[in-house]
């Protein structure tokens, strides 16, 4: 095929060739109805030739697609003109990573946070179960601000032939130089190497032959990076564990990697000039909200002891400053552009550090339940009636699919002791805000408000607990206030995806500060109690009598995430199973407890269909076969009341909040417009749904009518939901 400069493809004019790889030529090109410019790859006409390469070609792209992520590489179009198929896609004006180390190593801190950024992608992809499997710096590009776009998902796969091999030996990972099975962890692996040779300027392994390089990447460790200049031991760790010739004894995920590659950026960062911090400029946002990305810093003393008035100023320092520390292809030519610049810096408000504590709930939680005898856990778990001391009366339908039938008058749960910074802070008093009505949303499928139906109340009851990230530290915490806004403060840090039981207690994730595991505990900062023992538990719901809690890990060590429940009475249980299905269990992530029993998440047909139907699916409590609810894989379940499941996809574009009934019936779509809506909750009455927006340009969280009318912003979140926002979760409780 000739050059196609200056030809039209559909709706793409072709500009100028931009590169060539394995697949084929990367051209820029206009799209003339939108008046953009964007990148083409044209198929190379061998390859299109063949049809089994064009489906296997068709699934890859169809799995990338589904992928937004302010890291990932946006794809738009599949289409073919004649005997030219071709795929659209963003450009990057920053051109390759390959290209960018063709210049040299980039600066120690640079390349930690240009891992970490892929990591984040990574994991969003796992999570959509999706791989790699062919990583290096030909894949990684970066867009006018510098920042990584992760590209060509699931080539290496397209371009597979018998007895062929696309993957660059010094690229390959230990399991695929021996023909092993393949996972998220190759992608961590090989992440692990682009790390290496972007901190010292070459890869770790290098040989005269190819088969010399793939016996190092097998048996050898990598050169020390003290040979390099690199001296930071938590950086050697880090290269360490992710090029571990083992997968188990590497980054359980992409989000453990991540979280490691800014806290070692932190730690080698240089001190901070002692100036008052300006904010950083915005920059417009574009479809999915940009990745935050945490300025890295490593807390500073000066301490001059002269004297005893100067050794005195010393330790006054010192006190101060502990006080706060605990609050393309391997043979492509490298193609300079191929994706546009959709990441913008999120900008965050510090979170307060010396406030007042908080108020005293309304209605003070009810202390945790602790069992007089501990029940022997099991994967069959069948929801009982809590143990009652002095039954309460409880309203219907808690905001969480089902009745709390009783409180529990309990011996309060062994305290665990924390950091000074466990302790709720921050309140802030907010007026209530005065709503403007936002129109319904017109797009179909929608519903016709019901005429009878009262309008939204001005002010709402209850509260609100919410994810804040904190981009100093890379941690999430979790945050409440009232309905309206007031009285808010952060209630545990280090913690995310809370989830309310009708009586307030919060079951949530911690990651970080030594909290890697599943908590429980009052809205007030109270009787917190730990319910699991694996860092990779996550995203926990209660189930309709609040007895026990779902939720999906990773905990087996094979890179799959399962489903798990079990009681929360007793003792926390050892090993609990998952839920069974056949003997590899259920899929999936993301789990809600609906009010019928069983369990809504987001997952494929892995182990009893083709595996690539994706979206949300239901199953029994005790486990079997699952029934499919949606067709989006992006879409994820989020809170259930009366029959009706909100969730949020991005099966239109952008993120949104929809609706649908458990029969699968009556799925509408529930708010649309600019910027990105998610994480809804219902109200505990069943009257409105809360969700997090940006679509004016500041994270906020809004509310609606169940038929999605009268859209209200209820307040503004101090700060932002962090780069990962859409894995968090926001409940409304009492």
């Not at 299109?48 to 792209?61: H, I």
């Not at 280090?494 to 309310?500: H, I, L, S």
Request: aromatic share 6%; proline share 11%.
């Amino acid at each position: 095929m000739g050059d196609l400069v200056g030809r039209r493809l559909g709706d793409y004019e072709i500009v100028e060739l931009l590169g060539q790889g394995a697949a084929g030529a990367v051209y820029r090109a206009r799209q003339l109805s939108l008046d953009r410019f964007v990148a083409v790859r044209v198929l190379d006409p061998a390859l299109a030739a063949d049809p089994g390469f064009l489906e296997r070609y068709r699934e890859a792209v169809l799995a990338s697609a589904r992928l937004i992520h302010p890291n990932i590489l946006r794809l738009y179009d599949l289409r073919h003109d004649g005997e030219v198929h071709y795929v659209v896609m963003d450009l990057a004006p920053g051109g390759s990573l390959r290209s960018r180390l063709a210049q040299g190593p980039l600066p120690l801190p640079e390349a930690l946070e240009l891992a970490a950024a892929v990591a984040d992608a990574l994991a969003y992809a796992h999570a959509h179960g999706v791989t790699h499997a062919a990583l290096d710096p030909n894949d990684v590009l970066l867009d006018d601000a510098g920042h990584p776009l992760v590209a060509d998902f699931g080539l290496d796969r397209a371009l597979a032939r018998p007895g062929s091999q696309t993957i660059l030996p010094e690229y390959m990972t230990p399991e695929q130089a021996q023909g092993l099975e393949t996972g998220p962890h190759t992608d961590l692996y090989a992440l692990g190497l682009i790390l290496f040779e972007a901190i010292t300027g070459r890869p770790p392994f290098r040989g005269d032959t190819p088969l010399s390089v793939l016996y190092q990447q097998v048996n050898e460790p990598p050169p020390r990076l003290t040979s390099f200049g690199v001296q930071p031991p938590a950086v050697q760790e880090l290269v360490d564990t992710a090029l571990a010739k083992s997968p188990r004894h590497r980054f359980p995920s992409g989000m453990d990697m991540a979280r490691a590659l800014r806290h070692a950026a932190a730690q080698t960062a240089a001190p901070p000039e002692p100036t008052f911090p300006k904010p950083a400029p915005s920059r417009p946002r574009t479809g999915f909200a940009p990745a935050a990305r945490p300025a890295s810093r490593t807390p500073w003393v000066a301490v001059a002891a002269l004297g005893a008035v100067g050794l005195f100023a010393a330790v006054a320092v010192l006190v101060l400053v502990a006080g706060q520390l605990l609050g393309g292809r391997g043979d492509e030519t490298p193609v300079p552009a191929t994706a546009v610049a959709v990441a913008a810096a999120d900008t965050a408000t510090a979170v307060p550090t010396s406030t007042p504590a908080p108020p005293t709930p309304t209605a003070p939680p009810t202390a945790l339940p602790t069992a007089t005898s501990s029940p022997t856990p099991t994967h069959t778990v069948t929801p009982s009636p809590m143990p009652t001391a002095t039954p309460t009366p409880r309203p219907a339908g808690g905001g969480f699919g089902g009745e709390v039938k009783s409180a529990v008058t309990a011996t309060p749960a062994e305290t665990v002791t924390a950091a000074p910074s466990d302790t709720p802070t921050a309140v802030v008093d907010t007026p209530t805000p005065t709503f403007t009505a936002t129109p319904a949303p017109t797009d179909t499928p929608t519903a016709e408000a019901t005429a009878t139906e009262p309008p939204l109340p001005a002010g709402f009851s209850g509260r609100i607990a919410y994810p804040l990230y904190d981009p100093h530290t890379g941690r999430t915490d979790v945050w409440v206030a009232q309905a309206d806004g007031s009285h808010r403060y952060q209630l545990a840090p280090c913690m995310r995806q809370p989830d309310f039981r009708g009586d307030g207690v919060l079951a949530m994730n911690g990651e970080g500060c030594g909290t890697d595991s599943l908590w429980l505990m009052s809205a007030d900062g109270s009787e917190r109690r730990e319910i699991s023992r694996h860092p990779e538990d996550s995203h926990p719901t209660w189930s309709p009598d609040g007895s026990s809690v779902v939720y999906s890990s990773s905990q087996q060590g094979d890179g799959q995430w399962r489903l798990y429940a079990h009681s929360v009475l007793g003792e926390i249980p050892e090993g609990p199973p998952f839920l069974p299905l056949g003997s590899s269990g259920i899929l999936g992530r993301s789990p809600v407890w609906l009010s019928n029993g069983e369990i809504a998440y987001n997952g494929c047909d892995y182990g009893f269909g083709s595996g690539g139907n994706c979206g949300l699916w239901v199953v029994s409590s005790q486990g079997g076969l699952p029934r499919r609810l949606t067709g989006d894989a992006s879409d994820r379940a989020a809170d259930e009341h009366g029959g009706n499941l909100v969730f949020m996809s991005t099966m239109n574009g952008a993120w949104d909040v929809y609706r649908i009934r458990l029969d699968g019936s009556d799925l509408t779509r529930l708010t649309q417009g600019s910027g990105n809506s998610g994480l809804p909750t219902w109200s505990p009455d069943g009257k409105a749904v809360a969700f997090l927006s940006d679509r004016d340009g500041q994270w906020a969280v809004w509310a609606m009518r169940p038929d999605g009318s009268q859209q209200h912003k209820l307040f503004d979140l101090n700060g932002t939901p962090g780069p990962q926002w859409t894995d968090e979760r926001m409940s409304w409780g009492p």
